[in-house]
C-alpha cells in the first residue's frame, strides 16, 4: 500500500510586483499531485500507509481541526485503499448538531462523504492527544488503530517529504515552503544542496517550531524560518492578503490557499520587492496544495462580509 512516486511540475511566476526586480521566481505544483490527497499530505501519507500496511492495521486514526487539510487528506486516503478513519476533532462544541455541522463545514463534510468517523473532544482535552493516557482511552474506545500525528508530520512524514526536490531542482538557489508542523521543510532541508538555503514561512505565531524541526533533520545549516508573515497566527488572514492572493491568481492562474501557501508567497513576493535577495537569485517555492481549505475561509469571509477568495 503506497501512494505512486510524483514529480510535480514548475511553472515560472510572471507577477507585476516583481516584474523587474533581477531575482526568478518558480513554484513547484505539488497541488497537483492527486485530486483530495493535496500536496505535502501526499508526501506525508505515503510512508505512513506502507507502515499501516507492515504492521497490518485496517484502522488511521488522527487529529485536527475542524477545518484541517491533513483530516481531509486522511479521509481520502482511507477510502482510497479500504481503510478505516477517525478523526478526532478538536472543538466538542462542534457536535452539539452534528449534523447542521458536517452540512455547513466544507472539510467535515467532504471527510464524512469519505467515510470518516468523528470524535469530537474539548480543546482542553486535545491539548492532552500525545498523552499516553490519553491513547489509551482512545484505544479503548476504538481498538487498535494506525495513529498519525497531527498534520501527518512523524519520521515517516519526513521520508516522504524528502522526495519533493529532485534532480532537477538543485538549480535554484533557494528554496520556500510554508510551515505548519515542520514535517515539510524538514524534509526539504534533509534533502537540500549544499549550495541551497531553505527559507520556510510559519503559519502561526511563536518560535516553537524551531526545536521541531531540529528532531528530525540531519543538518543544522542552510535554512531558516521568517516568522513575520503568519498574518496574526494560524488560520488569520486580513484583507490585504486575500486581495494579494485573488491578484496573484488573477495574473499567474495559480490558487493559493489562504493559511499556508498564501501567506509564504505573500512573504517571499515582499522580501523580494524590499531587495531581500540579491539579483540573478532563483527561487523555488513549493506549493503545498491545502486548496480545499478555501470554501471553509470563504464562508468566514462571507459572514463578516469580506472580499473573498476568487
Given at each position: 500500500?503506497?501512494?505512486?512516486?510524483?514529480?510535480?511540475?514548475i511553472?515560472?511566476?510572471?507577477?507585476?510586483e516583481?516584474?523587474?526586480?533581477?531575482?526568478?521566481?518558480?513554484?513547484?505544483?505539488e497541488?497537483?499531485?492527486?485530486?483530495?490527497?493535496?500536496?505535502?499530505?501526499y508526501?506525508?501519507?505515503?510512508?505512513?500507509?506502507?507502515?499501516?500496511?507492515?504492521?497490518?492495521?485496517s484502522?488511521l486514526?488522527?487529529?485536527?481541526?475542524?477545518?484541517?487539510?491533513?483530516?481531509?487528506?486522511?479521509?481520502?486516503?482511507?477510502f482510497?485503499?479500504?481503510?478505516?478513519?477517525?478523526?478526532?476533532?478538536?472543538?466538542?462544541?462542534?457536535?452539539?448538531?452534528?449534523?447542521?455541522?458536517?452540512?455547513?463545514?466544507?472539510?467535515?463534510k467532504?471527510?464524512?462523504?469519505?467515510?470518516?468517523?468523528?470524535?469530537?473532544?474539548?480543546?482542553?482535552?486535545?491539548?492532552?492527544?500525545?498523552?499516553?493516557?490519553?491513547?489509551?482511552?482512545?484505544?479503548e474506545?476504538?481498538?487498535?488503530?494506525?495513529?498519525?500525528?497531527?498534520?501527518?508530520t512523524?519520521?515517516?512524514?519526513?521520508?516522504?517529504?524528502?522526495?519533493?526536490?529532485?534532480?532537477?531542482?538543485?538549480?535554484?538557489?533557494?528554496?520556500?515552503?510554508?510551515?505548519?508542523?515542520?514535517?515539510?521543510?524538514?524534509?526539504?532541508i534533509?534533502?537540500?544542496n549544499?549550495h541551497?538555503?531553505?527559507?520556510?514561512?510559519?503559519?502561526?505565531?511563536?518560535?516553537?517550531?524551531?526545536?521541531?524541526?531540529?528532531?528530525y533533520?540531519?543538518?543544522?545549516?542552510?535554512?531558516?524560518?521568517?516568522?513575520?508573515?503568519?498574518?496574526?497566527?494560524?488560520?488569520?488572514?486580513?484583507?490585504?492578503?486575500?486581495?494579494?492572493?485573488?491578484?496573484?491568481?488573477?495574473?499567474?492562474?495559480?490558487?493559493?490557499?489562504?493559511?499556508?501557501t498564501?501567506?509564504?508567497m505573500?512573504?517571499?513576493?515582499?522580501?523580494?520587492?524590499?531587495?531581500?535577495?540579491?539579483?540573478?537569485?532563483?527561487?523555488?517555492?513549493?506549493?503545498?496544495?491545502?486548496?480545499?481549505?478555501?470554501?471553509?475561509?470563504n464562508l468566514?469571509?462571507?459572514k463578516?462580509?469580506?472580499a473573498?477568495?476568487?
Amino acid at each position: 500500500m503506497l501512494l505512486e512516486n510524483k514529480n510535480s511540475r514548475i511553472q515560472q511566476i510572471h507577477f507585476s510586483e516583481i516584474e523587474n526586480s533581477g531575482v526568478s521566481l518558480f513554484i513547484k505544483r505539488e497541488d497537483e499531485l492527486h485530486p483530495f490527497i493535496s500536496g505535502n499530505k501526499y508526501r506525508k501519507l505515503k510512508y505512513n500507509l506502507a507502515e499501516a500496511a507492515k504492521q497490518q492495521k485496517s484502522t488511521l486514526l488522527t487529529f485536527g481541526g475542524a477545518y484541517s487539510n491533513h483530516i481531509a487528506a486522511t479521509a481520502a486516503a482511507g477510502f482510497s485503499y479500504n481503510l478505516k478513519t477517525i478523526g478526532i476533532i478538536r472543538g466538542d462544541e462542534l457536535a452539539n448538531n452534528l449534523a447542521e455541522t458536517v452540512q455547513n463545514n466544507p472539510t467535515l463534510k467532504f471527510a464524512s462523504e469519505h467515510n470518516m468517523q468523528f470524535e469530537f473532544v474539548s480543546r482542553e482535552a486535545y491539548r492532552e492527544k500525545t498523552t499516553p493516557e490519553f491513547i489509551k482511552k482512545l484505544k479503548e474506545k476504538f481498538g487498535d488503530f494506525y495513529l498519525v500525528p497531527e498534520g501527518g508530520t512523524n519520521n515517516f512524514a519526513v521520508k516522504g517529504c524528502e522526495e519533493i526536490l529532485t534532480l532537477g531542482d538543485e538549480k535554484y538557489d533557494i528554496i520556500c515552503c510554508a510551515v505548519g508542523t515542520g514535517g515539510t521543510i524538514s524534509g526539504i532541508i534533509n534533502s537540500l544542496n549544499r549550495h541551497q538555503k531553505a527559507i520556510g514561512f510559519p503559519a502561526l505565531k511563536g518560535d516553537f517550531l524551531q526545536h521541531e524541526i531540529n528532531n528530525y533533520i540531519l543538518k543544522s545549516e542552510n535554512w531558516s524560518l521568517n516568522t513575520n508573515y503568519h498574518f496574526g497566527g494560524y488560520a488569520k488572514v486580513s484583507e490585504e492578503l486575500i486581495t494579494f492572493i485573488n491578484k496573484f491568481k488573477s495574473e499567474t492562474k495559480i490558487p493559493l490557499d489562504p493559511v499556508y501557501t498564501g501567506k509564504m508567497m505573500f512573504g517571499i513576493v515582499d522580501l523580494i520587492k524590499n531587495d531581500f535577495f540579491k539579483k540573478g537569485t532563483k527561487i523555488l517555492a513549493i506549493h503545498t496544495g491545502g486548496l480545499q481549505g478555501i470554501d471553509g475561509m470563504n464562508l468566514f469571509l462571507k459572514k463578516k462580509n469580506l472580499a473573498q477568495i476568487a
